[in-house]
């Protein structure tokens, strides 16, 4: 297999709601992540693990980019959200764990790795099976935990967890994934840490200055944002890995990410995934 461009690595899901159990959509950072490369006409390549039924020609354009580890499930959740409109999630089923052996011998040296986990798939140091270009990790998996058996309330860490990587380029966490006194911590996980904060749009911080940048939000600016946010800060760190890779400017590839994550929001799944081209950036900018 030759090697693509991105490798996004970690399970796909089905997301489901209370009281339409049956009503399944498909899910998980690594499909978002691969949707955005394709739309930036970046070739990626999936490893995950899941059954045979989960809808992978969907988010990989060839069967020879994708290495499935085969499970009787695919990883779901139940997203309820509590009177304050904060989301609880309820574990129904996971997906396989994925060992570095799994992982294709050409795909060991992308030129961008993106890694999402969602249920403790894969080990905290799994960035050393990698010489990648540039990198980014979206951790929150890293943080769940739940009982057996299965469904489970899922609880969610805000520290990161012990032995976790400390060399990536790029983390990117939701502000409810951070505790007061942990920030220091999450720093010292990559060179970019960026916390997102909603319709707030996000902070990023880098390893050169203390105070963080604000990253606006372009959810106003957007016809029809905020129609279904599952995976927007998925969509936000794969369109920042690519961006940053492709300019260096971190700064400049948050932003960016921002206006990806907005359109993203527009319609449910990766449906609504686009790249801004340049006269819409100018127009989100000003």
């Not at 039924?53 to 959200?81: G, H, K, L, M």
């Not at 509590?82 to 396989?96: E, I, K, M, N, S």
């Not at 011998?105 to 894969?122: C, H, I, K, N, Y």
């Not at 129609?227 to 800060?233: E, I, M, P, R, S």
Request: include cysteine.
């Amino acid at each position: 297999m030759n090697a693509p461009d991105l490798v996004a690595i970690g399970h796909v899901t089905w997301d489901v709601l209370p009281g339409a159990l049956d009503e399944r959509s498909a899910g998980g950072a690594v499909a978002f992540a691969s949707a955005t490369a394709s739309s930036f006409g970046v070739s990626a390549a999936v490893v995950t693990s899941c059954a045979d039924d989960y809808p992978i020609a969907d988010i990989v354009d060839a069967s020879a980019r994708c290495v499935r580890i085969p499970s009787d499930d695919t990883s779901t959740f139940e997203n309820r959200y509590d009177a304050r409109g904060d989301r609880v999630q309820v574990l129904h089923r996971r997906g396989g764990d994925i060992s570095v052996g799994d992982i294709p011998e050409a795909w060991r040296s992308p030129d961008m790795l993106f890694v999402g986990p969602l249920t403790q798939e894969l080990p905290v140091d799994c960035l050393s099976w990698f010489e990648a270009r540039a990198t980014c990790v979206v951790p929150q998996g890293w943080l769940r935990s739940w009982t057996e058996p299965l469904p489970s309330l899922v609880e969610v860490s805000k520290s990161p967890p012990a032995g976790m990587s400390a060399g990536w380029d790029i983390c990117v966490i939701s502000e409810l994934e951070v505790k007061r006194g942990s920030l220091g911590e999450w720093r010292e996980s990559s060179r970019f840490l960026v916390v997102t904060k909603g319709e707030d749009g996000a902070d990023l911080y880098t390893d050169e200055q203390r105070e963080p940048v604000s990253v606006p939000s372009f959810a106003g600016m957007v016809e029809g944002s905020g129609t279904d946010t599952t995976g927007a800060g998925d969509v936000f760190a794969a369109a920042m890995l690519i961006r940053y890779a492709a300019t260096g400017d971190a700064k400049g590839a948050a932003v960016y990410a921002s206006a990806c994550a907005a359109l993203s929001t527009r319609a449910p799944s990766w449906s609504a995934v686009e790249v801004p081209n340049p006269e819409m950036l100018g127009r989100l900018t000003g």
